[in-house]
């Protein structure tokens, strides 16, 4: 009788299989309707599939919170939204159906988190620049009031005087390409060589009214007042040797005067001259153009350059050195 009611026992025993999380759990459980303690029984049952239940809840919420973490870490480091499907995967495991969404809405989800973090991280970013940016407004302001402020002057560089060397290098790198007896340097102001004085048609077609020799002199370019006597020409004469210890500072002043008073008289042309054009007459002209026309030396040696080869001795230009620099501190510019 024993033996017939446990083959009746194990013949009506249904087994009962349980999910979680890693893998399956076999429970197997008897009819308890067999048995004489049912109620029990079923209380027992019901108290271990919550537990099991409990557990599988736990885990899922634990994977959520790390899927979680990883996507705001993946958004904070700017991870490309197709990156989003394991954690969209956990979402559809832990949501109803009905909470689904199109990888579209998904990938613009993931995108907006990125932005609000990244958002916040430029912003903390701005603030920090723009607190910089104002502490450097202000410590310029503060060197801006040690600074002494001119108002309505304009600060000039000091001039410095061109040297020896620096003035024949400018004198032999600007050269023009032709060379010839008569040139017009300045307006109405010529500058020639005594073949071009001595050709008094030439001067007369040319409209020349006054003529200045600085190579005047018996041995040198012997033209004169009588020279010209029955033209319309006005002579002024300067015997001065082309030699670097001959003083020619001391014709500066008269000679720039003149021709200043002759350019100021309508109609009237002035020619300058020596024995060849380069030297002694190109040195008066300069006095004059940094006398009466505010020149530097500098300038003024371009100007007339542009127009005629010149080439001063090294004593003509020592003495329009002498003369730059007293000019330039009469005018306050030294």
């Not at 304009?154 to 003035?167: I, K, M, N």
């Not at 030297?279 to 026309?293: D, G, H, K, N």
Request: glycine share 4%; with cysteine.
């Amino acid at each position: 009788m024993r033996n017939v009611a446990k083959q009746k026992i194990l013949h009506h025993a249904r087994p009962l299989y349980f999910l979680s999380l890693k893998s399956f759990l076999y429970i197997p459980a008897f009819d308890l309707n067999i048995l004489p303690i049912r109620r029990l029984s079923q209380s027992f049952l019901s108290a271990t599939r919550l537990c099991q239940f409990a557990t599988l809840a736990l885990a899922l919420m634990a994977a959520l919170a790390q899927a979680d973490a990883q996507k705001l870490k993946r958004a904070r480091c700017g991870v490309h939204p197709r990156n989003c499907c394991f954690i969209s995967f956990l979402q559809r495991s832990a949501h109803p159906v009905s909470t689904l969404q199109s990888p579209q809405k998904q990938h613009q989800v993931c995108r907006d988190r990125r932005l609000e973090a990244g958002s916040t991280h430029c912003l903390s970013e701005k603030t920090t620049a723009w607190a910089g940016s104002l502490s450097r407004m202000d410590s310029l302001q503060k060197q801006d009031l040690r600074r002494p402020k001119i108002h309505g002057a304009v600060q000039v560089s000091p001039y410095q005087p061109p040297t020896l060397a620096s003035l024949q290098r400018l004198l032999w790198v600007r050269r023009t390409t032709t060379l010839t007896h008569i040139n017009e340097v300045w307006p109405n102001l010529f500058l020639g060589d005594a073949y071009a004085a001595r050709d008094k048609s030439r001067l007369i077609q040319l409209g020349i009214t006054h003529v200045v020799n600085v190579a005047a002199g018996k041995f040198q370019v012997d033209t004169g007042a009588k020279f010209y006597r029955g033209t319309p020409l006005e002579y002024y004469g300067i015997e001065a040797d082309d030699n670097p210890f001959f003083d020619l500072s001391v014709y500066f002043l008269p000679v720039a005067r003149y021709i200043r008073d002759a350019l100021n008289t309508p109609r009237s042309r002035v020619l300058v001259h020596c024995a060849m054009g380069v030297s002694r007459s190109a040195t008066v002209v300069l006095a004059f153009l940094m006398i009466c026309e505010n020149m530097t030396l500098v300038d003024a040696i371009q100007t007339v350059q542009a127009h005629r080869d010149i080439c001063p001795n090294s004593g003509f230009l020592r003495q329009l050195q002498v003369l730059d620099n007293r000019l330039r501190r009469e005018s306050g510019r030294l």
